[in-house]
């Protein structure tokens, strides 16, 4: 790529010289003088480190590459490869923590070479690191799960209900990738073997004090316009169920106590969950209760 060229791609994208400087590593004074011609003969090194995230591919976020500068000398640049490249394919990074920085231009190759000991949702280009299950969370998921089987088996049906952890690549791009508590998909070819790519027919996620925010607005929202058909959220700390049938009501959304039945949707209301099972399943782990 000649220098004309390189311009020509900065300007097209909106790089500022700052943010090449920050995903290229290369200062953003030297930037300034190759960009004007100001340095006749820059160094092939300087040149590949900039190269490499004006190539990066429209669909992913530019600060694919990461250098860091071990000189800065009158002479030229030394530049050093650090021991993990992000985003590289080669092997996960040790000590995985997500950078302020970065957050926004995450993209679905950094989340799969994320530490399998560690849990995150990505959405939108945003990490969003998920804590291990309770009790609770998992009792009511296998009581819903078991409902849902139930139902489908004894109609025949081709639907799949599936848990977390699994990877659903909601909006088919590669800046979000959530791990729902559960789904229904009835659409055989979204089913993958990395998870499930498109929007899955129905999802359910269990509240926990830490993920209310992401779950009643940010989820909520992104299920929306992925046009997942139905959407329920359990809050066991106040025992109810919202349920958001977007097929029927892009904004409504239906509030039970856990008492008495909820018609399922997607199934037009053939299916219903008993709500004072699940009541009496978050009974069982009163707030503070330790396994033994």
């Known amino acids: 790529m000649t220098i004309e060229e390189m311009v020509q791609v900065k300007n097209d994208r909106g790089y500022s010289f700052a943010l090449l400087s920050k995903y290229s590593g290369v200062p953003v004074i030297t930037l300034q003088k190759i960009f004007s011609g100001a340095t006749k003969k820059p160094r092939a090194m300087t040149l590949a480190a900039i190269e490499k995230v004006l190539l990066g591919k429209e669909s992913q976020y530019p600060g694919k590459y990461y250098f860091s500068w071990e000189a800065d000398l009158t002479a030229g640049q030394v530049l050093k490869e650090p021991e993990f490249v992000y985003g590289s394919s080669a092997r996960k990074p040790i000590g995985f923590?997500?950078?302020?920085?970065?957050?926004?231009?995450?993209?679905?190759?950094?989340?799969?070479?994320?530490?399998?000991?560690?849990?995150?949702?990505?959405?939108?280009?945003?990490?969003?690191?998920?804590?291990a299950p309770s009790f609770v969370h998992q009792d009511v998921l296998s009581y819903i799960s078991f409902r849902f089987n139930s139902y489908i088996h004894a109609h025949h049906g081709r639907c799949k209900v599936l848990f977390a952890p699994l990877d659903v690549q909601l909006d088919q791009d590669d800046r979000t990738m959530l791990q729902p508590d559960l789904v229904v998909v009835c659409d055989p070819e979204k089913m993958v073997r990395g998870g499930v790519f498109g929007a899955p027919d129905f999802v359910l996620e269990v509240l926990s004090p830490s993920t209310k925010e992401k779950d009643m607005i940010i989820k909520r929202r992104k299920y929306q316009i992925a046009k997942v058909e139905e959407y329920w959220i359990i809050d066991p700390m106040k025992k109810l169920l919202y349920v958001h049938d977007f097929q029927a009501d892009p904004f409504g959304r239906k509030v039970y106590e856990l008492t008495g039945e909820a018609p399922v949707g997607i199934y037009g209301g053939e299916l219903t969950i008993p709500l004072g099972e699940i009541a009496e399943l978050i009974r069982e782990y009163p707030e503070g209760k330790k396994s033994e």
């Open 97 to 131: 923590r997500v950078e302020e920085s970065m957050q926004g231009f995450y993209s679905v190759e950094d989340y799969r070479q994320i530490p399998d000991d560690k849990r995150y949702e990505l959405i939108d280009g945003f990490l969003y690191e998920m804590e």
